[in-house]
Each structure stands twice: as structure tokens, then as C-alpha cells.
């Protein structure tokens, strides 16, 4: 069954700490593996796309990271600020199959000053 | 310009009613997809347009009607919803199926819908 599972579900952290949201995925074959931002009532923002032979990504202060031998991804904020505040939402790209994403439920983070 | 607007923002609409809701983005995606997304859940795959054609439909109830009249525009047609059809609903698009793989989808702010 193809699933994406993210942990943990909610996290609260204080302004200028790092932080690490993990990912872990079933689903096969794989295509790529995307980290959205989401605000409460807008729609998700994209941080980072990875395919099967990256590693490690960085957009400013967020650092996604891949290990497509375990099926798992991390998502490390550093120094986080109280913009920060919102869902982040795993996402795998099955196969090739247009509009075929399997998506995470989600991490809600929250930073307080 | 790497945006993907929708209209209205809000909308309340009783179950007798009928509405549109209206996406539009100019990146030049032919790719185009409506979610629908319920409070602390992932969003949901509702339909996929290819070239303006409608390419899946993920078994969605006929009270939602799509329509893509052109290859910036995608609506949704709403009749006879009911109070559990109120979630948030998100427009998408993404460059063409060749690039499908490294391709990424750029979420609109979605409709908040609300069915009394």
C-alpha cells in the first residue's frame, strides 16, 4: 500500500531553535519527494523537490534530506522564526503518472517567542 | 509571474445553490488539477486536466463538474453540494507530462467552501 507517514504530528520549538520533521514512505516506484509549507487556510507552498539520487537539499534556513534505501526524509529548520508557524506536508511523486502524489498528513509546527 | 490565483476566497452557498469556482495561472502549465482538502487532513486528488482535456477523475460525485475552457482557466461547477462537500478546495497546475518528473505543483490559496 502505497502511504507516506510523517512524525511528528505536532511540535512546538522557541524562536531561534533548529528543528527536524521526519518522513517515512511506502510508495513505489518513486518518483520524487516534496516538502510543502502550508499556512492555516492557504494553499501549500513548495520548500524542496528531490529525485532518487540527491541526498540532501537546502532552501535557506530549511534542509531536506533523502535516503531512498530506508524510504525515509527529514526536514531540518534552523534558527526558526514565528513565520515558521504552519504545516508542513511531505509529498512523494509515484512513478510518472501525472498527478500521482501521495501526501503526508502533515507536521504542525509551532514557534513561540 | 509564478502564481496560481482562485476566486472568491470564501464563498457560502446553500444546497439548492449553484457556483463556480475559478483558478487561473499564466506560467504556461498544461497541466491542471483540483484538490480537496478537509481541516487537519492532506489534500485530496479530485481532477487531473492535460491540455485542456480531462485526464483522471478520482470517482468525484456529479455535483462537482469541472472545466478547463482554455489552457489558463480551470473551474469548478458546484450544484446541489452538501454540508460535508465544505472543506478547502485547491486549485494546482504543473508544467507538461515530459517534465512530470522534476516538475513541481504550484498550489493556489484555495477556496474556503462553506455548504449550509
Known amino acids: 500500500k502505497n502511504q507516506v507517514e510523517q512524525s511528528p504530528q505536532s511540535l512546538i520549538i522557541l524562536e531561534g531553535k533548529n528543528c527536524t520533521l521526519q518522513?517515512?514512505?511506502?510508495?513505489?516506484?518513486?518518483?520524487?519527494l516534496r516538502w510543502y509549507k502550508q499556512d492555516t487556510g492557504r494553499g501549500p507552498v513548495s520548500l524542496t523537490i528531490?529525485?532518487?539520487?540527491?541526498n540532501t537539499k537546502s532552501n535557506g534556513r530549511y534542509t531536506a534530506t533523502l535516503d531512498a534505501d530506508t524510504k525515509q526524509s527529514s526536514l531540518h529548520i534552523t534558527a526558526s522564526q514565528l513565520s515558521d508557524s504552519a504545516s508542513y506536508i511531505c509529498?512523494?511523486?509515484?512513478?510518472?503518472?501525472?498527478?500521482?502524489?501521495?501526501f503526508g498528513r502533515g507536521t504542525q509546527l509551532t514557534v513561540w517567542p | 509571474d509564478t502564481e496560481v490565483t482562485q476566486t472568491p476566497k470564501h464563498l457560502v452557498m446553500g444546497m439548492t445553490n449553484k457556483k463556480s469556482l475559478k483558478c487561473e495561472q499564466h506560467?504556461?502549465?498544461?497541466?491542471m488539477y483540483w484538490y480537496k482538502q478537509k481541516a487537519k487532513k492532506p489534500p485530496e486528488l479530485m481532477f487531473v486536466?492535460?491540455?485542456?482535456?480531462?485526464?483522471i477523475n478520482e470517482s468525484v460525485p456529479s455535483r462537482f463538474s469541472p472545466e478547463c475552457p482554455n489552457s489558463s482557466l480551470l473551474n469548478l461547477h458546484l450544484h446541489a453540494l452538501q454540508p460535508e462537500d465544505s472543506a478547502l478546495y485547491l486549485c494546482?497546475?504543473?508544467?507538461?507530462?515530459?517534465?512530470?518528473?522534476?516538475?513541481?505543483?504550484?498550489f493556489g490559496p484555495g477556496t474556503r467552501l462553506t455548504v449550509l
Open positions: 494546482a497546475s504543473s508544467q507538461t507530462k515530459q517534465e512530470i518528473t522534476t516538475g513541481t505543483q504550484y
Open positions: 518522513c517515512n514512505y511506502t510508495v513505489s516506484p518513486f518518483s520524487n
Open positions: 528531490m529525485t532518487f539520487s540527491e
Open positions: 509529498v512523494v511523486n509515484r512513478g510518472s503518472t501525472l498527478g500521482r502524489l501521495y
Open positions: 506560467m504556461g502549465h498544461r497541466a
Open positions: 486536466y492535460s491540455y485542456e482535456k480531462l485526464s
